[in-house]
């Protein structure tokens, strides 16, 4: 239970601590605040410390679904996406808004995404939106993971079709489901159980990390496949959960969504136990996140 709660907490953590430097470069931030520990306020967005983005957002309509439905439906979570975007956040990524307006105009569920990443060129159409709020799903099935490799690549298509993506949703939620296992080396069981399929670009940069190569630089773009390498390695290697999502977010880029995704793993690992109560306190869902981990661990399997 720890460690699953650990998984929605620490995302949200890794969301609302790296929100204030959204698009800054390391070395902003350095001049700003030397190492950003503490949550912040105002910085990209304008908003108070431990607001979260769309990042937690989702993953909260995700889980709200998985609970209120008893399992998968991705019908729902679209009408919640819907719903979510038409209450105006203020941060929001390209491919989800148009992914979301096309279902807004009679898409389905499994053709919105499609549509969007057909008509986006290379370059523009793997982002990093459906891997920042995927886990819930793999504290729901966490024991059945042929079954969470499905689900987490239906719920990446209502937005990212692209199979960097999809297939990035199913190693991110195996390695987490893993972590809640106790596994020794989650995201190696990953790459194993989706290599014949993935594709080798997303492959190809995950398996040195999951060797235990540890990278000097690394990417902080919002591709999906930089944007999984840098969250991995950053959980996989750190010592903390804190630990891991100070690195993740103080390289800057797209701060807020990599230290979700980070946060996310981290707290898999280590537990919310591990999560700084001084970030926890400045999060106004938390009550909410710690409700949905504990219905996700009791919800049973499809």
Known sequence: MDRAAGVVLGLACGDALGRPVEFRSQGQIAAEYGTLTEMVGHGTWEQPAGTITDDTD????????????????????????VAWYDSGPFDIGN?????IQALKQGQAWDEA??????????????GNGSVMRCAPLAVAYRDNTDRLAEVSRE????THADPRCTYGCAVLNRTVAGYLRDEPNPLASALDQVCSDAPDELVSALAPVA?????ESLSTSGY??????????????AESAEDAIVTAVNRGGDADTIGAITGAVAGARFGAQDLPERWLSSIDERDELT?????LVELEEE
């Open 224 to 237: 999906v496949v930089d944007s999984l390498q840098t969250a991995l390695h950053d959980a996989v290697f």
């Open 155 to 158: 719920s990446s298509l209502i």
């Open 95 to 99: 491919m989800t808004r148009q992914s």
């Open 291 to 295: 409700r949905l981990a504990e219905r």
């Open 113 to 126: 995404g499609q549509q969007v990443w057909e008509a986006s060129a290379e370059g523009s159409n793997a």
């Open 211 to 215: 060797d235990g190569t540890e990278f």
């Open 58 to 81: 989702q993953s909260v309509c995700i889980a709200r679904s998985l609970v209120e439905c008893g399992g998968f439906d991705p019908a729902d979570i679209t009408e919640r996406f």
